[in-house]
């Protein structure tokens, strides 16, 4: 059995303007010890769709469909106060800017302990010396000094290896890292991204990546989902989707990654904006962005076809190239 099974899961925001559909029948299953990434632009539903697993949005947001499984036990509607058993002790977060995560009126000290008396039945001298102890494993140094120190006194990759620390403090059986390396530099993400690989192999947990950068997915997940427009695309192994991507946003995706071979030449940037959520076209929501799209493609929404055992994808295009197959192997006989 799945550490978690999601299956299409809905989630909505009911706005003055309309029902936004923020996520649209979402469905997936996280093995222990894997990583998982989400990919998209953002308002793709990669955020929301986290948010719903741990039933953290905003007030004007609900889950509207769906299961979230988590070793069994349905999620979804199981109320508040099942949640809070969850969240810390089974799935922790880290959010994506730590500066807006910790509150800078505490020192680094008192909301570790704080988290690790909540979710734990450690007293408070126990607190503390777990706090110190986790501050080790991500590789702050002088953590009893840094315990003192507040949330301004430490440089931004500090911040968030503080923030790695704290979810990882109750030993969660799946951390779910939201953008954690964006507002970092490039060495720093280096850095971050490595200290979660050897964590991850340490502690054996599940990762949930939700990123943009598809060299953080190449680097860190095993499997990858493709979102657009609140919905899955593409969904299978990370070198299935580098190696043979089978959706148009996934391909769009791709080119547009600088790499070594094409210096000197310009990066060809997916066209237009994401798709008005409060109004959703019949067909495609990619459709008005897609440089292959056919006339099918905007009449009708193509389901998800299954390419191999590790991989599908919902686009026309693969409908398309398995009826020019069918056609010549007929052709053939």
Request: net charge negative; charged share 20%.
């Amino acid at each position: 059995m799945s550490l978690l099974e999601v299956k299409n899961l809905q989630t909505s925001f009911f706005t003055d303007a309309g029902e936004v559909r923020a996520v649209n029948g979402v469905s997936f299953n996280l093995e222990r010890g894997k990583v998982l990434g989400i990919v998209g632009e953002s308002g793709s539903g990669k955020s929301v769709t986290a948010y719903s697993i741990m039933q953290i949005l905003a007030d004007t947001g609900k889950i509207v469909g769906g299961s979230v499984k988590l070793d069994g036990q349905e999620l979804v509607g199981a109320g508040e106060k099942v949640m809070r058993t969850v969240r810390g002790n089974k799935i922790s977060i880290i959010f994506q800017d730590p500066m807006t995560s910790l509150n800078p009126t505490y020192t680094i000290g008192h909301q570790l302990m704080e988290a690790i008396m909540l979710h734990t039945d450690r007293n408070k001298q126990q607190a503390y010396e777990r706090a110190v102890e986790m501050l080790k494993l991500v590789n702050v140094n002088e953590p009893e000094r840094r315990m003192k120190q507040y949330p301004h006194e430490h440089s931004g990759g500090m911040r968030q290896r503080v923030m790695i620390a704290m979810a990882l403090a109750c030993e969660p059986d799946i951390l779910i890292a939201d953008e954690p390396t964006t507002a970092l530099d490039v060495t720093i993400q280096a850095q971050i991204l490595e200290l979660m690989q050897s964590l991850q192999r340490e502690l054996g947990m599940a990762i949930i990546m939700i990123t943009h950068d598809l060299g953080v997915v190449a680097q860190l997940c095993d499997e990858v989902i493709v979102m657009y427009a609140g919905s899955i695309c593409e969904q299978g192994t990370a070198d299935e989707i580098f190696y043979h991507p089978c959706h148009e946003y996934t391909k769009g995706l791709m080119r547009s990654i600088p790499s070594v071979d094409s210096a000197g030449t310009k990066l060809k940037p997916i066209t237009g904006t994401p798709i008005d959520l409060l109004n959703m076209p019949k067909g495609c929501p990619f459709a008005p962005r897609c440089d292959a799209a056919m006339k099918i493609c905007i009449q009708q929404r193509c389901e998800r076809m299954q390419i191999n055992d590790d991989h599908a994808a919902a686009c026309w295009m693969n409908v398309k190239a398995a009826m020019e197959r069918q056609s010549d192997e007929g052709e053939e006989a």
